[in-house]
């Protein structure tokens, strides 16, 4: 079951789709696992390229409208949301991240991890964060969202953060924050008020998309 091994942000835009799109994610999801069992390329994340992007930029290897430029030559399909995703991260990363203009450098080796629910049997993975060391001690640890439906809610992110926190238990939880980049939202632990139900309510959640996911597979 591919949805039982799954990325936080495809996992978080399906809790909060609506009903129908969250129909069509999950049988998408099944095409692509039964493409994928018969030997065949499913193709790319539509995303990567973009974020691979974003990551240099941050790290001051390229600049990042450029790269976009580049990318939506060699892919007109992404002539429409490339832009966008790029003048929202510009904007999030010089009023929100950085506002201070604070010195910072960049972890050398990327940030990823994964986590178990065991009583779903299910792994959480959590790969593509940016992460740079500020001069005071602290870090930041960014998770970007990046579709366009549904909006990530204030619940959404309090959800990420525990993910987060359980896949990540060495980062302080104060550091990590969650971007929802087309809306220029950004998320801190602060703001958002952890409510302390949030394993609770992910587990719920996530075993509802489960058990949904297994119906539909078994009415093809």
Known sequence: ????????????????????ERRKLLVDDIRSEEVKAEGENGGGDFYGPFWADAKDHVAGISD???????RIESNKARSR????????FLNLWNEKIRWR?????????????QFTIDELKATIKIENLVAVKIPDGSSRVIYPYFSETPVLPDEGARLGFWALQQALPNVRSEDFRIIDILRRAYFRPAEVLMMGNEQELFVAKYGEILKEWARIREDR
């Open 64 to 70: 990042l409208r450029a790269q976009s430029k580049l």
């Open 1 to 20: 079951m591919s949805i039982a091994k799954v990325h936080l942000r495809k996992l978080l835009r399906i809790m909060y789709a609506d009903r129908r």
């Open 101 to 113: 203009n604070e010195k910072f450098e960049t972890y050398p080796t990327s940030v990823k991890a």
């Open 81 to 88: 949301l490339y832009p966008l995703l790029t003048e929202s």
